[in-house]
Each structure stands twice: as structure tokens, then as C-alpha cells.
């Protein structure tokens, strides 16, 4: 089995959560964050992003006031732009054709919220790879807590010790490692600015081109 995050390894996603996090801001009368900003805090979910958007951090809360308010309105936002402006990375219908043609079982794993997951993939035409979508609402936890990827190996019937995560973030290699996955994680990803490389992922890809390489070897 192989576990598939979104954001920052299928998707570039950012576009469109810059544009609907911009338009919170302006409707608050606040200054625009822009793409290169909103890049650094994505991976936690809307909830903390829209955090780091008011605070313009990577850590702290605001108002709790403000927060709700921005909350509804950014959710306003994304809802009718969360597919306008991604796409899909290059190489990744090549990645996820050869581990279909394999007879890998993939599964889609996500911090994002089920909202937004499903219009996503299928607007993008990749609904059908995955047999489990598992999205930030659907379990207790997020990851990086290992108990989104436990949950599709369960009910996958899958051992995790057989199973891979393919991800982009600390979020995913921390994730892995505690529910006992292998991780493969892209170079290109949405890592808090931060090199994947510094958390030791089993590998490394520039596209997920690469898998068919890295998997047979």
C-alpha cells in the first residue's frame, strides 16, 4: 500500500490558498500575505493557516474574535477557488500510473479538511487512483500523529510494516515513522521552508516520476 499526501506532493495548491487567504485579508481590512508567504504555512491545516495568515507567523494565535470571523470568510473563499489555480505537479499521473499498473494500493492522506479534499481530486481527475481517502476531519488526530495513516492501513487491511508514505513535509516523515511506514518525500513540497532532507526520509524525488526507480530498487 502506498499513502498519498496532497499539498506540496500531488498538488501545487498554493495559488489558490494565497488567493482565498489575500481575499480574508482585504474583507478584514489587513494587509495581503501573498503566495511566497502563504508557501511556509501550509501542512497543518486551514485552521492553523488561517492562524499564521492573521498573525502573520508561523506561530501564535490571534483574537479568538478575529479568528472565527476569518475562519468563515476564508472558508467562503476557498470553497468556489480550491481547484481555479492548482495543478497537479509534473510527473505525478505518470507516478501514480506506474504504482496502479504495479497493483500498488493507494490510499490519499491528508491534513486537509474533507471540504475541500474530495472537489479537489476529482476536479483534477485523480479521485479514482485512491481506495481510502483519509482527510483532516476523519480521524481524532493529524499528523503528523501516525493515526491518519493507521486508520487507511486498517481499514485497507494492510500491514503497516509493508506500507509507504509518499509525502513532502516533517509532518509526513514523523507521521510515518510512528505508524512504522517507509517515507519517500519531494524536494519541491510545502516543508516550512525547511530542506526535507534534514528529517532523513528513506528518499528523496524530484518528480514522482522517480518512483518507478526508487520503488524497484
Known sequence: MVLIDIDG??????????????????????PVRGVD????????????????ALMNALDGDPDETLYRSALALFKSHYK????????????????????????????????????????????????????????????LEKKPHPMPLLTAAQRMQVDP??????????NDVRAARAAGFQIICTSYGY???????RYEPDAVIDSMAELENIIQA
Not at 161 to 170: A, E, H, K, N, V
Request: glycine content about 6%; overall charge negative.
Open 37 to 52: 508567504r502563504v508557501k511556509h504555512w501550509v501542512g497543518n491545516g486551514i485552521e492553523r493557516l488561517v492562524k499564521r
Open 80 to 139: 468556489v477557488n480550491n481547484s481555479k489555480r492548482s495543478h497537479l505537479y509534473e510527473g505525478v499521473r505518470q507516478g501514480l500510473d506506474y504504482m496502479q499498473g504495479r497493483t500498488f494500493r493507494m490510499g490519499c492522506v491528508t491534513n486537509k479538511a474533507a471540504e475541500f479534499t474530495h472537489p479537489l481530486l476529482h476536479d483534477l481527475d485523480i479521485a479514482n487512483y485512491f481506495e481510502v481517502v483519509i482527510c483532516a476531519d476523519d480521524t
Open 191 to 197: 516543508n516550512h521552508g525547511e530542506d526535507i532532507r
Open 161 to 170: 510494516q509493508r506500507s509507504l508514505m509518499l509525502g513532502d513535509s516533517s
Open 9 to 30: 506532493t500531488m498538488v501545487n495548491s498554493v495559488p489558490d490558498l494565497a488567493y482565498s487567504i489575500d481575499q480574508m485579508l482585504i474583507e478584514l481590512d489587513m
